[in-house]
């Protein structure tokens, strides 16, 4: 059986089931051009919700708790906040809601459900 070199019934590229011949309508582009396109697409140039939320902590809690408690981690769609005492981290479960609201509208922290304060 002869090798056939070209295809130009398609006959074996709809066998293997690939586009009959090649796009000629777009030149081929270099590379870097795509992993550009990818890296954009990831958006990693942006601040983490987590240094968002750091930035923006003194504004979303009440003044006299700003230096007794931190945002420690976030994970699943939970922000875990360090408190540095006990009666602290009551009043701030009490604080809850107002401060959840506040962290929700600040950029790429939508996602954020609960606070869990440890």
Known sequence: MPLLNNDSDGILSSFRCLPNGRNQSLPPQPAQVGIDKIFASLDLGGQSPLQT????WADAVPPRF??????AD?????LYVRTFNSAAKQELMFEERKILKKISALEGCSKIKKIKFL
Do not use: D, F, R
């Not at 939320?53 to 923006?56: L, T, V």
């Not at 700003?66 to 945002?71: G, S, V």
């Not at 976030?74 to 939970?78: D, E, L, Q």
């Open 53 to 56: 939320i750091i930035a923006a």
């Open 66 to 71: 700003k230096e007794l408690c931190e945002p």
């Open 74 to 78: 976030i994970g699943a769609n939970t």
